[in-house]
């Protein structure tokens, strides 16, 4: 009985991870000449024309009897389909990948046999959540936080949609696991798989590779970004894809080029074969697929969505300048943008596209039509959203709210596809969507730097962070964590409009949330926990008239929604304050 109990133990946990499509059609099928692919796609038993199948080089289409071919050297392993406007993939109950490709088992040469079946549904109003970094590694009780703090704001937010009979989808843009970790505490990405399912994530996920989803063990050679996927493929499948939802198409891209060198004096952690370095780039094999994919869509006014780990363009210098610069970069870490110009240019013939992606654990809205040196790309604006593991769970783990190494609370980003028309909110695990900025009275910050023991020990010992104990008197700090460009910022004391000025600065909820306790409460007080990329990049200050006013303030948001705030001052300042 025992035994029994163990096999059925490993059957159930393999068929957990099993998104890929096991569906047999009994449609007839057989294979083109020369074809070592092929197969059917199917709805409700009839064969569906037109639905695009790829190995991640050819992409061909199913004839009128549902049936494709392809002649693959299989190297990546799996083939899928790219899901067809108003059909949904199945996805296996207690699972939350939907079922679009299919292992490749056979030998090179050996045609193999692949069904896929859809379900006709109406989402041409539909929801899609955007998540990343999820960073679950088996530390800091990161596991029971995302299961008692996360999934409930994610199911909350869902639960919205769902009352109004709007389906609801997910793209994560990777690093749910950390390469890092892996061997250390016996937690790759085939066990997020399972830990995401077993929290009952509420939606189907279409997944993104991160750099931190690469076999960190994999030695370096010629095939290291392609070897270090195999754990990944396994388990999520193909790293770049496309698929339909309603009238947007979208598209998801692994843009990591892992390296994994070996380095002088490394100490990459355990079983680690090299540095887990990687380049921000997409490689020629992908573009080549995507110039295909792109040319599939006759309807060049279709909305565009690209899902990928890195960004790609940020405002050189925010709010002041309307200069991009690149996060993509050679080996030797380089930020231009001609590569990533080649990469966007790709899209120029498109309308409306967006990039969703994460990495920074950083929020950030950069639309490119504010640059009109690059005109192709004006119809792009890369989301670079918040990481779900703020500073790597860090925060919550010691006390303090769930935020991210910019001081904005993590969270995730929502938007509303209706047909062609898409709107988008930022929702903070802490404080929901109702509440997009938090307001700082400096007075009373400033207090706090100057009386408190371990903020004065933290800061003789880090000369990069900013002392508030000097600031000048009634400052007000306002902290709008997804600003955008044409956002507007409002604030009236005792009826009248004061002067409101952008200046980035440090968060000190930040500050007093992970930086003493990673410095100070554990005598590592040396530790560059700080660096000016950590800076608040979306910080606005207004002067009060006097210490104890009280300031109405109104953000307003790309689409008019009004977020406000009754400022009574003097604000107490804390840790865990709102």
């Known amino acids: 009985?025992?035994?029994?109990?163990?096999?059925?133990?490993?059957?159930?946990?393999?068929?957990?991870?099993?998104?890929?499509?096991?569906?047999?059609?009994?449609?007839?099928?057989?294979?083109?000449?020369?074809?070592?692919?092929?197969?059917?796609?199917?709805?409700?038993?009839?064969?569906?024309?037109?639905?695009?199948?790829?190995?991640?080089?050819?992409?061909?289409?199913?004839?009128?009897?549902?049936?494709?071919?392809?002649?693959?050297?299989?190297?990546?392993?799996?083939?899928?389909?790219?899901?067809?406007?108003?059909?949904?993939?199945?996805?296996?109950?207690?699972?939350?990948?939907?079922?679009?490709?299919?292992?490749?088992?056979?030998e090179a040469q050996t045609p193999e046999r692949h069904d896929f079946v859809l379900r006709k549904v109406n989402n041409d109003r539909h929801a899609i959540f955007a998540i990343t970094d999820i960073h679950i590694s088996n530390q800091l009780g990161d596991r029971e936080q995302l299961e008692t703090i996360v999934m409930p704001r994610i199911r909350s937010e869902v639960e919205r949609y769902r009352q109004q009979g709007i389906p609801v989808y997910t793209m994560c843009m990777g690093d749910s696991s950390f390469d890092l970790f892996w061997y250390d505490f016996l937690f790759d990405i085939g066990d997020f798989r399972k830990e995401i399912s077993k929290v009952g994530y509420p939606t189907p996920i279409f997944h993104a590779m991160g750099n931190h989803d690469?076999?960190?063990?994999?030695?370096?050679?010629?095939?290291?970004?392609?070897?270090?996927?195999?754990?990944?493929?396994e388990v999520f499948g193909p790293t770049y894809y496309s698929f339909n939802i309603g009238k947007v198409h979208y598209i998801i891209l692994d843009n990591l080029r892992?390296?994994?060198?070996?380095?002088?004096?490394?100490?990459?952690?355990?079983?680690?074969?090299?540095?887990?370095?990687?380049?921000?780039?997409?490689?020629?094999?992908?573009?080549?697929?995507?110039k295909k994919d792109l040319a599939m869509i006759e309807d060049k006014s279709t909305p565009i969505v690209v899902g990928m780990h890195c960004p790609v363009f940020?405002?050189?210098?925010?709010?002041?300048?309307?200069?991009?610069?690149?996060?993509?970069?050679?080996?030797?870490?380089?930020?231009?943008?001609?590569?990533?110009?080649?990469?966007?240019?790709?899209?120029?013939?498109?309308?409306?596209?967006?990039?969703?992606?994460?990495?920074?654990?950083?929020?950030?809205?950069?639309?490119?039509?504010?640059?009109?040196?690059?005109?192709?790309?004006?119809?792009?604006?890369?989301?670079?959203?918040?990481?779900?593991?703020?500073?790597?769970?860090?925060?919550?783990?010691?006390?303090?709210?769930?935020?991210?190494?910019?001081?904005?609370?993590?969270?995730?980003?929502?938007?509303?596809?209706?047909?062609?028309?898409?709107?988008?909110?930022?929702?903070?695990?802490?404080?929901?969507?109702?509440?997009?900025?938090?307001?700082?009275?400096?007075?009373?910050?400033?207090?706090?730097y100057r009386t408190n023991g371990e903020m004065r020990v933290f800061l003789e010992n880090n000369a990069k962070c900013q002392d508030f104990a000097t600031v000048e008197d009634n400052r007000v700090a306002i902290h709008i964590w997804d600003w955008a460009p044409d956002w507007k910022v409002e604030v009236t004391e005792n009826g009248k409009p004061l002067s409101v000025s952008h200046c980035p600065m440090q968060n000190p909820q930040y500050i007093v949330s992970y930086c003493i306790p990673k410095t100070v409460w554990r005598r590592n007080l040396?530790?560059?926990?700080?660096?000016?990329?950590?800076?608040?990049?979306?910080?606005?200050?207004?002067?009060?008239?006097?210490?104890?006013?009280?300031l109405e303030i109104t953000v307003t948001d790309s689409f008019g929604r009004k977020y406000t705030e009754t400022m009574v001052r003097p604000k107490a300042f804390s840790k865990n304050m709102k």
Request: glycine share 6%; aromatic share 12%; hydrophobic share 35%.
């Open 1 to 106: 009985m025992k035994k029994l109990l163990l096999i059925l133990l490993a059957l159930t946990l393999s068929f957990s991870l099993s998104a890929q499509s096991t569906h047999t059609s009994t449609l007839k099928a057989k294979p083109a000449k020369g074809a070592t692919i092929y197969g059917t796609v199917e709805c409700d038993g009839r064969p569906l024309e037109g639905v695009a199948v790829s190995d991640g080089y050819t992409i061909v289409k199913t004839d009128k009897r549902g049936v494709y071919s392809i002649a693959s050297q299989k190297r990546n392993g799996n083939v899928f389909i790219t899901i067809p406007s108003g059909y949904e993939a199945p996805v296996t109950p207690g699972d939350i990948q939907p079922q679009y490709w299919a292992a490749l088992t056979a």
């Open 214 to 233: 690469n076999d960190g063990a994999t030695e370096p050679n010629e095939d290291t970004d392609f070897n270090a996927t195999a754990k990944y493929r």
């Open 258 to 290: 892992y390296r994994n060198e070996k380095r002088p004096n490394m100490k990459p952690g355990k079983n680690m074969a090299g540095a887990r370095n990687y380049d921000h780039i997409v490689v020629d094999e992908q573009l080549e697929w995507l």
């Open 314 to 448: 940020r405002l050189l210098e925010e709010h002041k300048s309307t200069k991009l610069y690149s996060y993509f970069h050679d080996s030797e870490g380089n930020r231009t943008l001609p590569p990533a110009l080649y990469f966007a240019e790709h899209f120029k013939e498109f309308k409306t596209v967006h990039f969703l992606t994460g990495h920074s654990h950083k929020l950030y809205t950069t639309p490119c039509a504010v640059n009109t040196e690059y005109p192709q790309i004006a119809g792009i604006t890369d989301h670079n959203v918040s990481a779900i593991c703020g500073a790597w769970w860090f925060t919550a783990a010691h006390g303090g709210p769930h935020l991210a190494p910019d001081g904005a609370p993590a969270g995730f980003k929502v938007f509303n596809m209706d047909g062609k028309q898409i709107d988008w909110y930022y929702t903070s695990i802490n404080d929901g969507a109702e509440h997009q900025f938090r307001s700082f009275d400096m007075n009373t910050v400033r207090d706090y």
């Open 526 to 550: 040396k530790r560059d926990t700080y660096t000016l990329e950590d800076i608040s990049a979306h910080m606005f200050h207004v002067v009060a008239s006097a210490p104890d006013t009280t």
